[in-house]
């Protein structure tokens, strides 16, 4: 929802996930800060105004920001994502089996797929329920991700482009589709109940 934030079709409410309920749903702690390093030998990460925090086991779930040229036109609204590569199945790495990544900056090796909300949503449950597994000392369950799938891109005139296989279409219906369905995801979010 970020590019239709930028177009002006969303408010910063509409495509905003308030982390502080969210954490407090998941009886998790949010510390907002920007990591700049992680220690994976002493199991910890580094950020920026906060001491290092300890981690038995990482499951990393956003993106890290890269350098960027200085004046670029838009860059106030630009959030880059570095990839991290080489994640088996269970969303494992690996190099160090006690750190888990999904979206975006993750990379399946047996199963390479473009980055795209459709996959990154669906990671989400698979990696919970492989975390659980990890702590009560389970076997991890594989994931597959699917080999086809929509994808529908916002083309900021009220429009979306959709793609399935070969499939391709420009259309404003492709667009009300795609502002539906990111509505209704968002909604998920919006009353959360501890």
């Not at 991290?84 to 160090?96: A, I, K």
């Not at 989400?124 to 597959?144: I, S």
């Not at 929509?150 to 219906?173: C, E, F, P, V, Y």
Request: hydrophobic share 40%; proline share 7%.
């Amino acid at each position: 929802m970020l590019p239709g934030h930028v177009a002006g079709f969303y408010s910063r409410e509409d495509c905003h996930i308030d982390l502080s309920k969210l954490a407090e749903f998941a009886k998790a702690q949010v510390w907002v800060d920007q990591a700049i390093g992680l220690d994976l030998q002493s199991n910890q990460v580094f950020c920026r105004d906060r001491p290092p925090i300890n981690f038995d086991v990482l499951s990393i779930d956003i993106g890290s920001t890269p350098h960027l040229p200085i004046g670029l036109v838009g860059m106030d609204r630009v959030i880059p994502a570095k990839p991290v590569h080489h994640f088996l199945e269970q969303w494992r790495s690996l190099s160090h089996p006690h750190i888990f990544a999904v979206g975006d900056i993750a990379t399946m090796v047996n199963h390479p797929r473009p980055k795209a909300g459709v996959f990154a949503v669906r990671q989400a449950k698979p990696l919970v329920e492989n975390l659980h597994r990890l702590f009560q000392g389970q076997a991890l369950k594989p994931f597959y991700p699917q080999k086809y799938y929509l994808s529908l891109i916002g083309t900021a005139d009220g429009r979306a482009i959709a793609s399935w296989g070969g499939l391709a279409g420009q259309s404003k219906w492709f667009w009300q589709w795609k502002d539906h369905l990111d509505r209704q995801f968002m909604q998920r979010f919006k009353n959360l109940r501890s």
